[in-house]
């Protein structure tokens, strides 16, 4: 197999623009999946008494 040199940063960046002008910036740069979660002290139950409609009254 034959093997590639390495591109120069000149050859990087020229092909990172070719490949912006045909598909754009599809991909943010961080995703969620790459972000460190924050621990979350609320709890399902909370989220559902928080999200009750005012006309049901009060909960709990």
């Known amino acids: 197999?034959?093997?590639?040199?390495?591109?120069?940063?000149?050859?990087?960046?020229?092909?990172r623009r070719r490949l912006a002008e045909v598909f754009g910036?599809?991909?943010?740069?961080q995703t969620r999946d790459d972000r460190v979660?924050?621990?979350?002290?609320?709890t399902a139950e909370d989220r559902l008494r928080?999200?009750?409609?005012?006309?049901h009254g009060p909960v709990g």
């Open 50 to 55: 928080r999200d009750v409609p005012p006309h």
């Open 1 to 15: 197999m034959h093997q590639r040199e390495p591109l120069t940063a000149a050859e990087r960046e020229a092909r």
């Open 37 to 42: 979660e924050v621990e979350r002290t609320e």
């Open 25 to 29: 910036d599809v991909l943010p740069e």
